[in-house]
């Protein structure tokens, strides 16, 4: 299917343990996005990536790793679950700032769910 | 920094009225503003932007939203909400000069009641 998909879209899991989240966008846009979502705080940018092999930093990247080997996916993993990384996280994409518009729309995932016990 | 404030948390409404959602923003450059919508258990959907030009912008589903740059406001305003306008809705900013980083605000949980 065209679009922006994230698995799983629920996931339970206990403290320490890793997780992977996975982002994956069929418009071969550069940009990639990871935000998590917490009640009282609304989005917070986690991990962002302008191309394959170029990541950096968010708002608030303590505990996650990403990676981008192919345009296409974006992973984020918890390396050790921690019960305050309990969020709803989204994947998000847009088209480079060279495609000519001043702003290009982020599109968004449907989001995964998770808890950590 | 760039900060966005969106100082209802939640406001109800019967279906028919009028509906106006506040944010204001603080930013030492020039940025552009957004409002997205979240359904329940779905992504974020954008309703309308502001790039430049006529500070009132047209969005989806009826909505618009004000530029104030004195008042550093985007308020987004419904004539006439509908059950369907159910919703979460946050506003967001983002610096000309790195448009693809947006900053959320906390959100505002609309809640249209019959």
């Known amino acids: 299917d065209a679009g922006i998909t994230q698995s799983p879209r629920y996931k339970i899991t206990e403290t320490g343990r890793q997780v992977t989240l996975m982002c994956h966008q069929t418009?071969?846009?550069?940009?990639m996005f990871w935000y998590r979502q917490d009640l009282g705080h609304g989005l917070r940018l986690i991990y962002y990536?302008?191309?394959?092999?170029?990541?950096d930093k968010g708002e608030v990247p303590d505990g996650y790793v990403v990676s981008r080997s192919k345009t296409e996916n974006f992973p984020l993993t918890l390396e050790s679950a921690t019960r305050s990384q309990t969020s709803v996280y989204f994947c998000?994409?847009?088209?480079?700032?060279?495609?000519?518009?001043?702003?290009?729309?982020?599109?968004f995932g449907p989001g995964t769910r998770l808890t950590v016990l | 920094a760039q900060s966005v404030t969106q100082l209802d948390s939640q406001v109800p409404v019967f279906e028919e009225a009028p509906v106006e959602l506040r944010c204001n923003y603080s930013?030492?450059?020039?940025?552009?503003l957004f409002w997205y919508v979240q359904y329940p258990n779905q992504g974020l959907q954008l309703l309308l932007k502001y790039l430049s030009g006529s500070t009132l912008v047209k969005g989806i589903n009826g909505f618009e939203a004000e530029f104030n740059k004195s008042q550093t406001s985007f308020h987004l305003r419904k004539p006439s909400v509908h059950i369907s306008d159910t919703a979460e809705y946050f506003c967001a900013v983002s610096e000309m000069d790195s448009s693809y980083k947006l900053i959320f605000g906390s959100g505002t949980r609309l809640l249209v009641r019959p």
């Open positions: 998000a994409s847009s088209e480079s700032r060279l495609a000519g518009a001043a702003y290009n729309e982020q599109f």
């Open positions: 418009w071969s846009h550069s940009y």
């Open positions: 930013s030492s450059v020039s940025v552009y």
């Open positions: 990536s302008a191309a394959a092999d170029i990541t």
